[in-house]
T-cell receptor, first 115, second 113 residues
Framework: EAGVAQSPRYKIIEKRQSVAFWCNPI?????LYWYQQILGQGPKLLIQ????????DSQLPKDRFSAERLKGVDSTLKIQPAKLEDSAVYLC?????????????FGPGTRLTVT | GENVEQHPSTLSVQEGDSAVIKCTYS??????FPWYKQELGKRPQLIID?????GEKKDQRIAVTLNKTAKHFSLHITETQPEDSAVYFC????????????FGSGTQLTVLP
């Protein structure tokens, strides 16, 4: 099966600019996650969707970050305006919601550099 | 919320030796504990996981142990090889619809030839 797809792979922007990331999960996976991974740290959950509804966005900085998952498939994460501390890899992951599977499958990530 | 602490942050071993990475978690409701391997510039990949109804699980050279009373779990890699060099992350999750993962801070494992 095809894995989780993300684009772009790399992005360099100046502070105060805006940026958007795209994620296409594994077909049939109802749950989608966005993580922020700062260099040298573990991934930190930003937002979780189940189908097109938000399950948890408690760690999403809502003054500058937004995310949507229209039609319960693809998702976009936006940052506006970006700050220097937003430099990180943004990982998308998906998981089937039914059954005993807890495994999350990660995409390759988007490396964001804010200058 | 859940808090996962991982140590050591770096670990160097000679090829063929064993490596052990330890994690502690704070929320006694957590019941799923995966370990991910992340090579430089690559995505995290699940290498082994354990659920709270099991104390130990093995898969070839990799094993994970869980002590629910003490709220800690460990990754054991035997007969290490240079290709085992990577960053390893532990994580914890609770059951239910959320199944969110809280990750540790990672261990950079270097296997010296």
């Amino acid at each position: 099966e095809a894995g989780v797809a993300q684009s772009p792979r790399y992005k360099i922007i100046e502070k105060r600019q805006s940026v958007a990331f795209w994620c296409n999960p594994i077909s049939g996976h109802a749950t989608l996650y966005w993580y922020q991974q700062i260099l040298g740290q573990g991934p930190k959950l930003l937002i979780q969707f189940q189908n097109n509804g938000v399950v948890d966005d408690s760690q999403l900085p809502k003054d500058r970050f937004s995310a949507e998952r229209l039609k319960g498939v693809d998702s976009t994460l936006k940052i506006q305006p970006a700050k220097l501390e937003d430099s990180a890899v943004y990982l998308c992951a998906s998981s089937p919601v039914q059954g005993r599977s807890y495994e999350q499958y990660f995409g390759p990530g988007t490396r964001l550099t804010v200058t | 919320g859940e808090n996962v602490e991982q140590h050591p942050s770096t670990l160097s071993v000679q090829e063929g030796d064993s490596a052990v990475i330890k994690c502690t978690y704070s929320d006694s409701a957590s019941n799923y504990f995966p370990w991910y391997k992340q090579e430089l510039g690559k995505r995290p990949q699940l290498i082994i996981d354990i659920r709270s109804n099991v104390g130990e699980k093995k898969d070839q050279r990799i094993a994970v142990t869980l002590n629910k009373t003490a709220k800690h779990f460990s990754l054991h890699i035997t007969e290490t090889q240079p290709e085992d060099s990577a960053v390893y992350f532990c994580a914890a999750s609770m059951s239910g619809s959320a199944r969110q993962l809280t990750f540790g801070s990672g261990t950079q494992l270097t296997v010296l030839p």
